[in-house]
């Protein structure tokens, strides 16, 4: 093995996303078939436990770019020199509950892991965070580490991205791949705004009955989550680490020009207040997200991204008494 291994954190390692992610990571899928990864498995105290239970079967499966596995239930010890850190750690929703409910009981975590981030991550360190309220939960970790650079703090929104891929794709009986330049708008929430307006099959725009469009399409990506835990019975696990995969990836490795869906702290583009960790139209290049500029919105896009502005400044209000 010549590459030096990636020091990557999962967080909520016990939990079931971290189930299907950690394996995902220690193939190759995230960083590449020949680079190694160094695991650090961060849980809480009465986790800990089946944490090691979770690095026991990660070792069993004699992967071969693991280079370290170390579990531990101490922030600061988890992100020393970490330049991947998954931040999947915190309670999934029930049923009847929305996802900015989850913010009185899982925001705080996300002010002592941004604080560990700080202190101790190294300074490439990319941190996504799953756990939901997981674009407000990023404005958290991102206002908790002042000394880390804002653009190091993403979101994940890829899951809907992919839902809604595989939405349109069934509806116009093609694969998801071959759509290009979708995005949803936004916020991880029941405001998100898949849009289609700019996407192509083939360089071709994407036609479709704008009835399904408004009043099927939008609505059942938005609400998809929400589907799974009353099928499921408990919140998506493998597509969400399946999200986690991509969004990591294309931020490490780039999209070779194709737009997806991050959301990243606003600097104002689209008239999004600044900080506010919000979904763009984004490509990777560089290890680095460029959100795609210069669109233009008519009034109906207009109000339905202005709803996640709003929605997103009431949960950063919140936010702000936590601290
Ligand atoms: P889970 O309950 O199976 O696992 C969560 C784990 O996090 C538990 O083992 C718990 O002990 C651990 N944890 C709690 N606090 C922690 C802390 N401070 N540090 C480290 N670990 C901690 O939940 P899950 O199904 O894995 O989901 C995790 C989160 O991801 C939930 O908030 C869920 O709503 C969210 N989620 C987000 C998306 C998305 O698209 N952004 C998709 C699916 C799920
Ligand atoms: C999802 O979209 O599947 C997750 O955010 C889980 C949830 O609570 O909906």
Do not use: C
Request: hydrophobic fraction near 45%.
């Amino acid at each position: 093995m010549t590459k030096a291994p990636v020091n990557v954190v999962v967080t909520g390692a016990a939990g079931n996303i971290a189930y299907s992610l950690l394996w995902r990571i220690a193939d190759g899928d995230v960083f590449g078939p020949d680079t190694p990864v160094n695991l650090t498995l961060l849980e809480i105290p009465a986790a800990v436990r089946a944490a090691e239970g979770t690095a026991m079967e990660l070792s069993d499966s004699a992967l071969p770019l693991i280079s370290g596995i170390t579990v531990t239930d101490s922030a600061s010890l988890a992100f020393d020199g970490a330049q991947a850190a998954f931040l999947v750690g915190a309670k999934p929703r029930g049923k009847g509950e929305s996802r900015a409910d989850m913010l009185s009981a899982n925001g705080k975590i996300f002010i002592g892991q941004g604080q560990a981030i700080n202190e101790n991550a190294a300074d490439d360190v990319r941190v996504l965070v799953v756990g939901n309220p997981a674009n407000t939960n990023a404005y958290i970790a991102n206002k908790a580490a002042p000394d880390v650079p804002a653009d190091r703090f993403n979101a994940m929104m890829r899951l809907d991205h992919n839902r809604a891929l595989s939405m349109l794709a069934q509806k116009l009986e093609i694969w998801p791949n071959d759509i290009e330049r979708l995005v949803v708008w936004g916020n991880h929430g029941d405001t998100q705004f898949p849009d289609i307006t700019y996407a192509t099959v083939d360089g071709t725009p994407v036609q479709v009955d704008r009835t399904w469009y408004t009043d099927e399409f939008i609505p059942r990506v938005a609400k998809r989550g929400a589907e799974i835990i009353e099928v499921r019975g408990k919140s998506s696990a493998a597509s969400a680490a399946s999200a986690a995969v991509d969004h990591m990836r294309d931020w490490v490795q780039g999209t070779a020009g194709k737009w997806t869906t991050a959301a990243i702290p606003s600097t104002g583009q689209y008239g999004v207040d600044e900080g506010l960790v919000f979904g763009f139209p984004v490509v990777g290049e560089n290890g680095a997200w460029e959100v795609v500029e210069k669109l233009t919105l008519d009034d109906e896009q207009r109000r339905r991204v202005d709803a996640n502005i709003d929605a997103l400044k009431q949960e950063a209000a919140i936010a702000d008494e936590l601290f």
